[in-house]
């Protein structure tokens, strides 16, 4: 499975920016997606998980109510829609998937395809 993360961008605080995930190869298997991010200097950390029908969702606690993570199977695509951006949001985020997780995991190693991670600047 190969992922490509696209949508990042250059924003004010505030703002609104959307990213895109598409996936490509083994489609046909029922993949876990979550998006993580990385701050210069901070260790990787989770943003959002949505299960492969998209009925269940989980964020971090900092990006709850902010963000919204949603996926379209047809296009083999997942998104995460990020609304009142804040400064501290500013990351290289990437996309990541998983076949084998029963839930929704926070965890970074537990996904075993990522994407090549796209930049996201916030600024005052």
């Known amino acids: 499975v190969q992922l490509q993360a696209c949508g990042g961008g250059l924003v004010q605080a505030g703002g609104s920016l959307r990213l895109s995930c598409a996936t490509s190869g083994r489609t046909d298997r029922r993949y876990i997606m979550g998006w993580f991010r990385q701050a210069p200097g901070k260790e990787r950390e989770f943003v959002a998980a949505i299960s492969f029908g998209g009925g269940s969702t989980r964020y971090a606690d900092s990006t709850k109510g902010r963000f919204t993570i949603s996926r379209d199977n047809a296009k083999n695509t997942v998104y995460l829609q990020m609304n009142s951006l804040k400064i501290e949001d500013t990351a290289v985020y990437s996309c990541?998937?998983?076949?084998?997780?029963?839930?929704?995991?926070?965890?970074?190693?537990?996904?075993?395809?990522w994407g090549q991670g796209t930049l996201v600047t916030v600024s005052s």
């Open positions: 990541a998937s998983d076949r084998t997780l029963a839930v929704l995991s926070t965890i970074p190693r537990s996904y075993n395809y």
